[in-house]
């Protein structure tokens, strides 16, 4: 009896972990209208919190920033069937660097409200694929990890 407890209760832990993440499809239009997200197959969604959840002034020179994750991270990302953006949650602090092309404002706080929503950290980094699917990681990312989850989302 405990031994089919034990096999019952590993299958159930396998089962919630292994379960797909999505957003629903209606999401995903807004998405692809407010975001230029057209023919590719991910979106790369490079995420700036608010400062008051940062320890630090995490809005201090963002072209910087910007250039050393296209330098040392996205150079070595395949750019094949990926839009990349940079999201900021405080437009007012990332006003310079907005340009609607390839940064962004978080329009109504989505990305805040339903993925990065966790004080203490400043950054983070959200990929969608086409059907929904979604995975995300707050704080320091590489290109391994950028690599390992679009393959995961394939």
């Given at each position: 009896m405990?031994k089919?407890?034990?096999?019952?209760?590993f299958i159930?832990v396998q089962?919630t972990?292994?379960?797909?993440?999505?957003i629903?499809?209606?999401?995903?239009?807004?998405?692809?209208?407010?975001?230029?997200w057209?023919?590719e197959?991910y979106?790369?969604?490079?995420?700036?919190?608010?400062?008051?959840?940062c320890?630090?002034?995490?809005?201090?020179e963002?072209e910087k920033s910007y250039?050393?994750?296209t330098?040392?991270?996205?150079?070595?990302?395949?750019?094949e069937?990926?839009?990349?953006?940079?999201?900021y949650?405080?437009?007012l602090?990332?006003k310079?660097?907005?340009?609607?092309?390839?940064h962004?404002?978080?329009i109504g706080?989505?990305?805040l409200k339903?993925?990065?929503?966790?004080k203490?950290?400043c950054?983070?980094v959200?990929?969608?694929?086409k059907n929904?699917?979604?995975?995300?990681?707050?704080?320091?990312?590489?290109?391994?990890?950028i690599?390992?989850?679009?393959d995961?989302?394939?």
């Amino acid at each position: 009896m405990l031994k089919n407890l034990i096999l019952f209760f590993f299958i159930t832990v396998q089962f919630t972990f292994a379960q797909e993440k999505t957003i629903p499809q209606n999401q995903i239009t807004a998405i692809k209208d407010a975001y230029n997200w057209t023919e590719e197959e991910y979106i790369i969604i490079n995420y700036r919190f608010p400062k008051d959840y940062c320890s630090y002034e995490n809005y201090g020179e963002l072209e910087k920033s910007y250039t050393w994750l296209t330098n040392k991270v996205y150079t070595k990302v395949n750019p094949e069937n990926h839009r990349n953006i940079f999201v900021y949650a405080d437009k007012l602090a990332a006003k310079k660097i907005l340009d609607n092309k390839t940064h962004y404002d978080d329009i109504g706080f989505y990305f805040l409200k339903n993925f990065f929503d966790k004080k203490g950290n400043c950054y983070g980094v959200l990929i969608i694929n086409k059907n929904g699917q979604y995975k995300y990681i707050l704080g320091e990312y590489s290109y391994i990890d950028i690599q390992n989850i679009t393959d995961s989302l394939k």
